[in-house]
């Protein structure tokens, strides 16, 4: 597997948008993300601060799909 990058958000929204992910509504500075298939999950965009492993693991977990599925990498 290897070690997790650090992403920025708009990186990690741009990986969902890809998926086919929309963005339903933003409340703040966090994104709401749906799929046609049901799946959601919520994307901080704070300034300056970046999508640290841990979140980007539970993101890919809320989706159903693993790390590497959302990065691409397999």
């Given at each position: 597997?290897?070690?997790?990058?650090?992403?920025?958000?708009?990186?990690?929204?741009?990986?969902?948008?890809?998926?086919?992910?929309?963005?339903?509504?933003?409340?703040?500075?966090?994104?709401?993300?749906?799929?046609?298939?049901?799946?959601?999950?919520?994307?901080?965009?704070?300034?300056?601060?970046?999508?640290?492993?841990?979140?980007?693991?539970?993101?890919a977990r809320d989706i159903g799909l693993t790390v590497?599925?959302?990065?691409?990498?397999?």
């Amino acid at each position: 597997m290897g070690a997790l990058p650090v992403l920025k958000s708009t990186e990690v929204c741009r990986l969902l948008e890809r998926r086919g992910f929309v963005a339903v509504r933003q409340r703040g500075s966090h994104i709401q993300y749906r799929h046609p298939d049901g799946h959601g999950t919520t994307v901080p965009l704070h300034k300056g601060r970046d999508i640290a492993p841990p979140l980007l693991r539970q993101i890919a977990r809320d989706i159903g799909l693993t790390v590497e599925e959302l990065l691409g990498r397999s």
